[in-house]
T-cell receptor, first 115, second 113 residues
Framework: DQQVKQNSPSLSVQEGRISILNCDYT??????FLWYKKYPAEGPTFLIS?????DKNEDGRFTVFLNKSAKHLSLHIVPSQPGDSAVYFC??????????????FGKGTLLTVNP | KAGVTQTPRYLIKTRGQQVTLSCSPI?????VSWYQQTPGQGLQFLFE???????NKGNFPGRFSGRQFSNSRSEMNVSTLELGDSALYLC????????????FGEGSRLTVL
């Protein structure tokens, strides 16, 4: 039962254009969402987060949008740079019994930014 | 401030053996979580420890176990290794609160032959 889904295994964009990575979730108790970036042979690093009381959070070139009614969030990277090429993981947590404190991750999307 | 440190970084075992992986969290962090990453499966949650107590557990068999010491360092153990246990095992720490980002180590790459 996959509660966090990233339906695009990969995405390829041109340098300077917008990258949009999507994530869907099924657990209505999730109320905190994060995006992580992972390079090969390294651990994931935190990018940006959003609480369910907001619908948008921005940090430099990265913006996360949350649509609670659709149980959908997206990460926008503008402009995309070759150094952004990595696997991006969406993660969620919620105050739901045994899910307290635990982050549930999607399977990741490999972003390739072409020069 | 030192990051999350995992040892060993790489190891090779054979089926039936057992393995112990170690994790030293960021100083001051009391929560340590373990994840398994395999190709196509993303990061699968194993368990989380907070103040030496297991606070959360994922859907892994009992062969996977862990513990946390009073200094917040954590170990995970996998007994009777199977080929399918080959994976990158990631440890992550945070201060301990409900929300907040996890800080990950670089992982321990386990290969089971």
């Amino acid at each position: 039962d996959q509660q966090v889904k990233q339906n695009s295994p990969s995405l390829s964009v041109q340098e300077g254009r917008i990258s949009i990575l999507n994530c869907d979730y099924t657990n209505s108790m999730f109320d905190y969402f994060l995006w992580y970036k992972k390079y090969p042979a390294e651990g994931p690093t935190f990018l940006i987060s959003i609480s369910s009381i907001k619908d948008k959070n921005e940090d430099g070139r990265f913006t996360v949008f949350l649509n609670k009614s659709a149980k959908h969030l997206s990460l926008h990277i503008v402009p995309s740079q070759p150094g952004d090429s990595a696997v991006y993981f969406c993660a969620a947590s919620g105050n739901s019994g045994g899910s307290n404190y635990k982050l549930t991750f999607g399977k990741g999307t490999l972003l390739t930014v072409n020069p | 401030k030192a990051g999350v440190t995992q040892t060993p970084r790489y190891l090779i075992k054979t089926r039936g053996q057992q393995v112990t992986l170690s994790c030293s969290p960021i100083s001051g962090h009391r929560s340590v979580s373990w994840y398994q990453q395999t190709p196509g499966q993303g990061l699968q949650f194993l368990f989380e420890y907070f103040s030496e107590t297991q606070r959360n557990k994922g859907n892994f068999p009992g062969r996977f176990s862990g513990r946390q010491f009073s200094n917040s360092r954590s170990e995970m153990n996998v007994s009777t290794l199977e080929l399918g246990d080959s994976a990158l095992y990631l440890c992550a720490s945070k201060t301990g609160g409900y929300t907040g980002e996890l800080f990950f180590g670089e992982g321990s790459r386990l290969t089971v032959l």
